[in-house]
Structure formats: structure tokens, C-alpha cells
């Protein structure tokens, strides 16, 4: 038999009873529209993810306190280690260094109050981060020597303060009931997920230290460091891994430090990601597999129905493989053109969640790969003739004596 | 083949295995029948004509003895190697004309030709058969859209369409009214004289058996009488 005959026949066959095939391949639907759904959601927010991590800098490290369990005696982080690394000598592969201490701060101004994270930082923080001002200028020298008591303001913060985010310049918002004069505001960086980069705001080191955040002599949470380039940010970690080693004097092994890479935060994000993207789908493929079951039903129903057709096949010649095609076409088919749908129903759904997101302020654009689309189409045909397979045997070893007596 | 039979069948017995109990359907029949012969069985029912029609149509094997159909040795065939015997050199005529009730006349006259792998020419070969039973110009028609008698010519036109060694017809008349079964059997007995078809009916009915050469009368499983008809007799 030919295979477009044979194609033709089991469409007619499918298609006198439409109710019954559209029923049938609602469950192949739904789980093929699932997976694909799942799938392009889960790469729009990996998508969304990596894009904010790399928003960071490709060449930066951060370093904080802490490492390994068992290390004896940890030692914190303090400005003099910052100091070190900036020894171009010992760290050749170093441009900048920049030390940071962080807590939650209490921002109010005219009864408007803002509750955020403040950084206190020097000004090295400025080209190693790359902030750029909308206004005003960033943290100077002369402010850590003084210990001023001045604020930067990221834009978004601002615009919660004042309801506008320039012509703030010089205004005294109070920190913790104390006041500080806005020395500048931040332009946007953009990026949302974790934390809002733009609602940050920024205040000289020595001034956290002393007035704001208490903190032991001299620790900080934080050395952001910059490598000279991309390519030098795993040199770069190696010679500040030794050095903190050896000014901690720790074991190999037993750091009580913490290096972090964007690289590190792409992994660690991507690996998330991933562990979700494949959780939901499994939960997905389940539903797939629930509309294979409903289709290897309907194909033992169809093939007791047509018991006699079968008999009278077999009589005029048909093999046991012809049947046995005749069924699989069918239950195959069946099951690809639950997939076509189920690709064009997630297709939506993905199309919906990100237009929800959207009006949320969520960035997230559905991601559809061409690979996901051939593997569900793939995969549901797969499993048509799987769950086709048992019912078109039972057809194919039918007696043609006893089918064509069938009543 | 060699000595002119179609069909010769030895000691052919058949046995059933009911749950616990044996049932002999056939005893050991021998049959010869010649090319171009019209033949009917005819016996109550639990004579074992069905069974012996589904083994001399190839439907079944025999549990012993030896069966010839055109000089090959079907007996103990595969099911693939009987399917197709069925298909190059037995065509069969059902009580309840067993048409595909979806396709066209054309295609259900097409189909044993689809199974035995012939494309070029199909199409003007069914053409042909229909016109051969007087279709010609219902090739398009559903079986839903022809009377009893025109869905029976289908079905001969379907069995002859691959020119096979013999017609079974079982019952061919039995769902239809009596002209439109006259006509039945007019085209079938049209067949044997203007092709040589060798014919083979199983029938209750006496007036057809009567149109037939032969009569062969079973009984337990056995052959009873075997015995040419008054048709013949009077000639």
C-alpha cells in the first residue's frame, strides 16, 4: 500500500468522526502546548536573568569575608587589604579596587520616606562600576577625608523622594534622623530581578562607617574589584586569592574569603534556570503522556469497531503490516496533529504570560527555540506510535475468520 | 494446474478447540474442482461449509491434510504467504457485501490491487471491473448511496478486479430481493462464461444451487453427496 494512500485513508478514516479524533487529541494539546509553553517561559526568564547578570560587568570580581566551614580564625575583610590589591605589583592584573560596606537605610524627606539599601563607598567606586551622573557629582576624596555627611542618589530613589529626579542637588534628606545634602543623582542603569540598582544610594565610606553603619575598625563587606580586562578576570582572581591568602595568613584550601565572578552568578543563575525549566516540563511531558494513554483508548475502540473492515482487508490481502500501518498511521497522525496545535496553543500562552509580564514592569520575553518546536513535534508523534503500537498489533493478529464474523 | 484442477484437497479435516471440548468441523473431505467449473456446497448449518469455504478460500488452514489451490500447496502457509493467496487468486463475494463504507465504489474495487502493490493502470483496471457488473457510471458512489444489488456488483467487481483463480460467493443473494439477487447471479454466471471463472457458492438456497454445475451436499463434516444438477442433468 502507498504511503500517501495510506495517509489519505487513515485522514478520511480520522475525519468521519471528527468529534471523537478532536476529543482525543485534546490531551496530546494541552501537553504539547504545556512543554512548549514551560520551555519558552523558562528561557525568556533565563534570558531576562543573564541579561541583568551581565548588565554587571564582564570584568569584575567581587570578593567578600567568608569561605570554607572549617577555616580556623577567620579574618574580615578590611580597607588595608583593599589597599594591597591596589599594588600594581602584586596585582598586575588589577585596575581598580573598590571597597564597600552596606546596610539598610531609612531615607525621609518632607514626610516622603523611603526605605533602601545604602552603600557606603569611595570614589573608586565610580569608574569601577562606570556611574555616570544625571546631575551633580559622585563622592570625592575630600568627602571620605571629611567624613561629609553627603548622599548620592540613585534616579528611582530620587523620584520616590522628591517625585522628580533632577533639581534635587542640594536638598538635605535625613538617614536615619540624620541629615545629609544631595550631592548627585545617579543615571538609571536599568535592569531589574534581584535588587532595583537605581533605588541605591550612596554615601562616603568613613561616613557609614563612623556615623551610620557600626562596624568594627576598618571591615568592610565588600571589595568590588576590576579586572584589566575580560579575558584577565581568572588572573586577576588568582592574584588576589593569593594575596588575601597570604595576608591572612589561611591554608590553601581553607580561604575565609569568598571570590565571586560574573561568570560565577551566570553559572550559578543559569543552573537555576535550567533545574526549573526542565522541573516544569517534566511536569508537562506527564500531561503528554496522559494524552497518549487517551489516544491508545481511542485506537482499541476503533480497532474493535472496525473489526469487520479488518477482516475483509485481510481477505482481499492485506499482511500483518499493513494493518499494523494502517493503525499507526492513523494513531500517528492523530497525535501530530495534536502537537501542530499544541505547538500553535503554547505558542499563545508563552505569547500571553510575556504580555502579563509586560504590563507587570517583569521583563520577560518568551523565548520559542525552532529546537523545541521540532522536539515536541518529534516527541509527540513518537508518542502516537508508541501508544498506537499495542492496539494496531491487536488489529494486525486478528483471524480473518473470526474478524469477518465479528458482529 | 498441471492436471486441470483448481482446487484438489485431501483428508482435509479440521479441528476446534472449544474450552475443553474437540470440535470436528471437518472429517476428511477430498475435493477436486476443475477450472471453470460452477460449483455450490450446500448442507444445514454445523455441516461444516463455512469452515470448508474459509479453507478452500484460503481464509483458514486445514488442522490436517493436503490442499492444492492452482497447483501451490497452502496448507501450511504463514499468514503474510496466505494473505497473499487470498490476494492474487480469490475473490469473494459476502452475504453482507462488506464494502468500505467511506470510500467510493472506485477506491473499494481498487483496494485488493492496492494490497498486492499495483499502481500503474489501477485506476482503469477498477474502471473497467465496475463496467463489467454495469457501474460504469457510479465509480464515485458511496456504498451509502447505492441500492443493495449495486453494492453486491461492487463487491464482484472488487472480487474479480485482480483476476483470480476462483469466486467465492457465500450467500451472494441472501440480503437482496429477488430480482435484484437474479441479477447477482446473472452477472457471477456471465462471469464463468465470458472469463471461465471458476465459481463457488455456499448457499442454503436450492434455486441457486440449482443454477450451478455441481452440487456438493456436506454433512457432520463430511461429504454426503456429491452430484451434478438437474441444469446439467437436463441438457
Same mark, same amino acid.
Given at each position: 500500500?502507498?504511503?500517501?494512500?495510506?495517509?489519505?485513508?487513515?485522514?478520511?478514516?480520522?475525519?468521519?468522526?471528527?468529534?471523537?479524533?478532536?476529543?482525543?487529541?485534546?490531551?496530546?494539546?494541552?501537553?504539547?502546548?504545556?512543554?512548549?509553553?514551560?520551555?519558552?517561559?523558562?528561557?525568556?526568564?533565563?534570558?531576562?536573568?543573564?541579561?541583568?547578570?551581565?548588565?554587571?560587568?564582564?570584568?569584575?570580581?567581587?570578593?567578600?569575608?567568608?569561605?570554607?566551614?572549617?577555616?580556623?580564625?577567620?579574618? #574580615?575583610?578590611?580597607?588595608?587589604?583593599?589597599?594591597?590589591?591596589?599594588?600594581?605589583?602584586?596585582?598586575?592584573?588589577?585596575? $581598580?579596587?573598590?571597597?564597600?560596606?552596606?546596610? =539598610?537605610?531609612?531615607?525621609?524627606?518632607?514626610?516622603?520616606?523611603?526605605?533602601?539599601?545604602?552603600?557606603?563607598?569611595? #570614589?573608586?567606586?565610580?569608574?569601577?562600576?562606570?556611574?555616570?551622573?544625571?546631575?551633580?557629582?559622585?563622592?570625592?576624596?575630600?568627602?571620605?577625608?571629611?567624613?561629609?555627611?553627603?548622599?548620592?542618589?540613585?534616579?528611582?530613589?530620587?523620584?520616590?523622594?522628591?517625585?522628580?529626579?533632577?533639581?534635587?542637588? $542640594?536638598?538635605?534628606?535625613?538617614?536615619?534622623?540624620?541629615?545629609?545634602?544631595?550631592?548627585?543623582?545617579?543615571?538609571?542603569?536599568?535592569?531589574?530581578?534581584?535588587?532595583?540598582?537605581?533605588?541605591?544610594?550612596?554615601?562616603?565610606?568613613?561616613?557609614?562607617?563612623?556615623?551610620?553603619?557600626?562596624?568594627?575598625?576598618?571591615?568592610?563587606?565588600?571589595?568590588?574589584?576590576?579586572?584589566?580586562?575580560?579575558? %584577565?578576570?581568572?588572573?586577576?582572581?588568582?592574584?588576589?586569592?593569593?594575596?588575601?591568602?597570604?595576608?591572612?595568613?589561611?591554608?590553601?584550601?581553607?580561604?575565609?574569603?569568598?571570590?565571586?565572578?560574573?561568570?560565577?552568578?551566570?553559572?550559578?543563575?543559569?543552573?537555576?534556570?535550567?533545574?526549573?525549566?526542565?522541573?516544569?516540563?517534566?511536569?508537562?511531558?506527564?500531561?503528554?503522556?496522559?494524552?497518549?494513554?487517551?489516544?491508545?483508548?481511542?485506537?482499541?475502540?476503533?480497532?474493535?469497531?472496525?473489526?469487520?473492515?479488518?477482516?475483509?482487508?485481510?481477505?482481499?490481502?492485506?499482511?500483518?503490516?499493513?494493518?499494523?500501518?494502517?493503525?499507526?498511521?492513523?494513531?500517528?497522525?492523530?497525535?501530530?496533529? %495534536?502537537?501542530?496545535?499544541?505547538?500553535?496553543?503554547?505558542?499563545?500562552?508563552?505569547?500571553?504570560? $510575556?504580555?502579563?509580564?509586560?504590563?507587570?514592569?517583569?521583563?520577560?520575553?518568551?523565548?520559542?527555540?525552532?529546537?523545541?518546536?521540532?522536539?515536541?513535534?518529534?516527541?509527540?508523534?513518537?508518542?502516537?506510535?508508541?501508544?498506537?503500537?499495542?492496539?494496531?498489533?491487536?488489529?494486525?493478529?486478528?483471524?480473518?475468520?473470526?474478524?469477518?464474523?465479528?458482529? | 494446474?498441471?492436471?486441470?484442477?483448481?482446487?484438489?484437497?485431501?483428508?482435509?479435516?479440521?479441528?476446534?478447540?472449544? $474450552?475443553?471440548?474437540?470440535?470436528?468441523?471437518?472429517?476428511?473431505?477430498?475435493?477436486?474442482?476443475?477450472?471453470?467449473?460452477?460449483?455450490?456446497?450446500?448442507? #444445514?448449518?454445523?455441516?461444516?461449509?463455512?469452515?470448508?469455504? =474459509?479453507?478452500?478460500?484460503?481464509?483458514?488452514?486445514?488442522?490436517?491434510?493436503?490442499?492444492?489451490?492452482?497447483?501451490?500447496?497452502?496448507?501450511?502457509?504463514?499468514?503474510?504467504?496466505?494473505?497473499?493467496?487470498?490476494?492474487?487468486?480469490?475473490?469473494?463475494?459476502?452475504?453482507?457485501?462488506?464494502?468500505?463504507?467511506?470510500?467510493?465504489?472506485? =477506491?473499494?474495487?481498487?483496494?485488493?490491487?492496492?494490497?498486492?502493490?499495483?499502481?500503474?493502470?489501477?485506476?482503469?483496471?477498477?474502471?473497467?471491473?465496475?463496467?463489467?457488473?454495469?457501474?460504469?457510471?457510479?465509480?464515485?458512489?458511496?456504498?451509502?448511496?447505492?441500492?443493495?444489488?449495486?453494492?453486491?456488483?461492487?463487491?464482484?467487481?472488487?472480487?474479480?478486479?485482480?483476476?483470480?483463480?476462483?469466486?467465492?460467493?457465500?450467500?451472494?443473494?441472501?440480503?437482496?430481493?429477488?430480482?435484484?439477487?437474479?441479477?447477482?447471479?446473472?452477472?457471477?454466471?456471465?462471469?464463468?462464461?465470458?472469463? %471461465?471463472?471458476?465459481?463457488?457458492?455456499?448457499?442454503?438456497?436450492?434455486?441457486?444451487?440449482?443454477?450451478?454445475?455441481?452440487?456438493?451436499?456436506?454433512?457432520?463434516?463430511?461429504?454426503?453427496?456429491?452430484?451434478?444438477?438437474?441444469?446439467?442433468? =437436463?441438457?
Amino acid at each position: 500500500m502507498n504511503f500517501w494512500q495510506g495517509l489519505l485513508e487513515a485522514l478520511q478514516s480520522l475525519s468521519s468522526n471528527k468529534l471523537r479524533s478532536a476529543l482525543t487529541i485534546l490531551g496530546i494539546v494541552i501537553g504539547v502546548g504545556a512543554v512548549i509553553a514551560m520551555l519558552a517561559i523558562g528561557r525568556g526568564a533565563q534570558d531576562t536573568i543573564t541579561g541583568s547578570i551581565s548588565g554587571i560587568g564582564t570584568n569584575l570580581l567581587f570578593v567578600v569575608p567568608g569561605g570554607s566551614e572549617e577555616v580556623s580564625n577567620p579574618k #574580615p575583610l578590611t580597607l588595608t587589604d583593599a589597599e594591597a590589591l591596589r599594588d600594581s605589583f602584586v596585582a598586575p592584573s588589577v585596575t $581598580g579596587v573598590a571597597p564597600i560596606i552596606t546596610g =539598610n537605610v531609612e531615607l525621609s524627606f518632607a514626610g516622603e520616606s523611603l526605605f533602601t539599601q545604602g552603600y557606603g563607598v569611595t #570614589p573608586d567606586y565610580m569608574p569601577v562600576r562606570n556611574v555616570e551622573m544625571l546631575e551633580g557629582e559622585f563622592i570625592g576624596e575630600v568627602h571620605i577625608l571629611g567624613r561629609a555627611a553627603v548622599v548620592v542618589l540613585g534616579p528611582d530613589a530620587a523620584e520616590e523622594l522628591f517625585g522628580r529626579s533632577e533639581g534635587v542637588i $542640594g536638598e538635605t534628606v535625613r538617614i536615619g534622623g540624620q541629615p545629609f545634602r544631595v550631592l548627585g543623582v545617579m543615571v538609571p542603569r536599568g535592569g531589574s530581578g534581584f535588587s532595583n540598582p537605581d533605588e541605591l544610594i550612596m554615601i562616603p565610606l568613613s561616613t557609614a562607617q563612623t556615623r551610620l553603619f557600626s562596624r568594627s575598625r576598618d571591615s568592610v563587606d565588600m571589595i568590588m574589584v576590576q579586572a584589566i580586562s575580560a579575558e %584577565g578576570v581568572s588572573r586577576a582572581t588568582e592574584e588576589v586569592a593569593s594575596l588575601l591568602r597570604t595576608r591572612h595568613r589561611t591554608a590553601i584550601g581553607e580561604d575565609d574569603f569568598t571570590i565571586f565572578t560574573q561568570q560565577d552568578f551566570l553559572q550559578t543563575a543559569t543552573t537555576i534556570t535550567n533545574v526549573l525549566t526542565i522541573f516544569l516540563g517534566g511536569i508537562a511531558a506527564i500531561s503528554l503522556l496522559v494524552g497518549g494513554i487517551g489516544i491508545m483508548n481511542i485506537m482499541l475502540v476503533s480497532v474493535t469497531e472496525r473489526t469487520r473492515e479488518i477482516g475483509l482487508r485481510k481477505a482481499v490481502g492485506a499482511r500483518k503490516r499493513d494493518i499494523m500501518l494502517q493503525f499507526l498511521t492513523e494513531s500517528s497522525l492523530l497525535s501530530l496533529m %495534536g502537537g501542530l496545535i499544541g505547538i500553535a496553543l503554547g505558542w499563545g500562552l508563552s505569547t500571553l504570560v $510575556g504580555v502579563i509580564a509586560t504590563s507587570q514592569d517583569v521583563e520577560l520575553l518568551p523565548n520559542m527555540g525552532l529546537d523545541a518546536i521540532l522536539l515536541a513535534t518529534i516527541f509527540s508523534t513518537a508518542v502516537g506510535l508508541f501508544f498506537g503500537l499495542y492496539p494496531a498489533k491487536r488489529a494486525a493478529d486478528l483471524e480473518p475468520v473470526e474478524a469477518l464474523r465479528y458482529e | 494446474m498441471t492436471d486441470g484442477y483448481v482446487i484438489k484437497a485431501d483428508a482435509i479435516t479440521k479441528v476446534y478447540q472449544m $474450552g475443553q471440548i474437540e470440535v470436528h468441523a471437518l472429517r476428511g473431505i477430498d475435493l477436486r474442482i476443475a477450472a471453470g467449473e460452477i460449483v455450490s456446497i450446500m448442507g #444445514p448449518s454445523g455441516s461444516g461449509k463455512s469452515t470448508l469455504m =474459509n479453507i478452500v478460500g484460503c481464509l483458514d488452514r486445514p488442522t490436517a491434510g493436503s490442499y492444492y489451490l492452482e497447483g501451490e500447496q497452502v496448507a501450511d502457509m504463514s499468514d503474510d504467504q496466505l494473505a497473499a493467496i487470498r490476494n492474487r487468486k480469490v475473490g469473494f463475494v459476502f452475504q453482507s457485501f462488506n464494502l468500505l463504507g467511506r470510500q467510493s465504489a472506485l =477506491n473499494n474495487v481498487e483496494l485488493p490491487m492496492r494490497y498486492a502493490g499495483v499502481n500503474s493502470g489501477r485506476r482503469k483496471r477498477a474502471i473497467e471491473a465496475l463496467e463489467s457488473v454495469g457501474l460504469g457510471d457510479r465509480i464515485d458512489h458511496r456504498p451509502n448511496e447505492l441500492s443493495g444489488g449495486q453494492q453486491q456488483r461492487v463487491a464482484i467487481a472488487r472480487a474479480l478486479v485482480n483476476n483470480p483463480a476462483i469466486i467465492l460467493a457465500d450467500e451472494p443473494t441472501g440480503n437482496l430481493d429477488t430480482k435484484s439477487g437474479e441479477e447477482i447471479m446473472k452477472i457471477l454466471l456471465g462471469l464463468n462464461e465470458d472469463f %471461465g471463472t471458476t465459481l463457488i457458492f455456499v448457499t442454503h438456497d436450492p434455486e441457486i444451487a440449482s443454477m450451478t454445475e455441481r452440487i456438493i451436499h456436506l454433512r457432520d463434516g463430511l461429504v454426503e453427496q456429491d452430484r451434478q444438477s438437474e441444469r446439467v442433468a =437436463n441438457q
